[in-house]
Nanobody, 122 residues
């Protein structure tokens, strides 16, 4: 069974950058779409960005468009989220997940990681 481990979170000042990684083990995700989600306290878990298996097609939530970049290295079984120009409202626990069925907006995600905390100070 695939296991995902997120890393790269931390405390950063507003305007700063972080690069999150999502490493898969126990199976390959190179043939699957992947998504990054975030959940702030008291809020629902929302999709931030997703990427197709090849990396050719990406999607971003409006709130992060132009600031975040999702990418993947299938040889390393790893997906990344480069986050620039961070804002206090970006603070959340960030999770990655595998699109196990469907595609695009119809993806059903599973194999959630434990999450990595991102804190942005103003």
């Amino acid at each position: 069974q695939v296991q995902l481990v997120e890393s790269g979170g931390g405390l950063v000042q507003a305007g700063g950058s972080l690069r999150l990684s999502c490493a898969a083990s126990g199976g390959t995700v190179r043939n699957s779409g992947m998504g990054w989600f975030r959940q702030a306290p008291g809020k629902e878990r929302d999709l931030v960005a997703r990427i197709t298996w090849s990396g050719a097609i990406t999607y971003y939530a409006d709130s992060v468009k132009g600031r975040f970049t999702i990418s993947r290295d299938n040889a390393k079984n790893t997906v990344y989220l480069q986050m620039n120009s961070l804002k206090p409202e970006d603070a959340a626990v960030y999770y990655c997940a595998v699109c196990v069925s469907g595609s695009g907006d119809g993806c059903r995600y599973d194999y959630w990681g434990q999450g990595t905390q991102v804190t942005v100070s103003s």
